[in-house]
């Protein structure tokens, strides 16, 4: 069965430090994949997607994710963290054998003055 | 331009009641969605609407049931409401069927069944 982790349910950064939030997922076949954000009280905003294309994807405000076949992962980083990235983010993955979006539980990102 | 619109933002109901969570989109998108959010566990979609007229059950459909009222609406009811069925409520649409486009989501529905 699909299964998507992501390590860490809070990490806590220093404004200006890296983001690092970490999603792996259990697939023998990539699948397609996806980091969301979700502010407080509101609903989930698409950051960027994987469907093959480049491992290296870019999304919006700053955020990118690399996905690493070798290593089943699909981590998303922010070289330098804003007040304003402070929200819960999930990964979620699609396999490519059927049509279901699997989400990971959720990391909570505190971004510290 | 709203987006997805879901009404109403809260709501506290005994067990047994029933009631029907509304979602409408302005995008003219075909394809809609309902998921709920329990603490931990991310989201899981309850049903969906791939376009008019057409509706699937997802991964947690027990308990609900749903319509595709017009391209715009989708709601869904809770018929006799358990306290399993606290949860956070989300309602999403995508321009097409295909799951990898982009799913824009509501501002959810808080729901508490005492």
């Known amino acids: 069965a699909q299964s998507v982790t992501q390590l860490g349910s809070h990490v806590s950064v220093s404004e200006g430090a890296l983001v690092l939030l970490r999603c792996n997922y259990s697939?023998?076949?990539?699948?397609?994949l996806f980091w969301y954000v979700q502010y407080p009280n509101q609903g989930l905003q698409l950051l960027l997607k994987y469907t093959s294309a480049a491992t290296l994807v870019k999304g919006i405000n700053g955020f990118e994710a690399e996905f690493k076949k070798s290593e089943t992962s699909f981590h998303l980083t922010k070289p330098s963290a804003h007040m304003s990235d402070a929200a819960e983010y999930f990964c979620a993955v699609i396999p490519r054998s059927f049509n279901k979006f699997y989400f990971g539980s959720g990391t909570k990102l505190n971004v510290k003055p | 331009n709203a987006g997805v619109t879901q009404t109403p933002k809260f709501q506290v109901l005994k067990t047994g009641q029933s009631m029907t969570l509304q979602c409408a989109q302005d995008m003219n998108h075909n394809s809609m969605y309902w998921y709920r959010q329990d603490p931990g566990m991310g989201l899981r979609l309850i049903y969906y609407s791939a376009s008019e007229g057409t509706t699937d059950k997802g991964e947690v459909p027990n308990g609900y049931n749903v319509s595709r009222l017009n391209k715009r609406e989708f709601s869904l009811r809770l018929e006799s409401a358990a306290p399993s069925q606290t949860s956070v409520y989300f309602c999403?649409?995508?321009?097409?069927?295909?799951?990898?486009?982009?799913?824009?989501f509501g501002p959810g529905t808080r729901l508490t069944v005492l």
């Open positions: 697939s023998s076949v990539p699948p397609y």
């Open positions: 999403a649409s995508s321009e097409a069927a295909g799951w990898t486009d982009t799913q824009y």
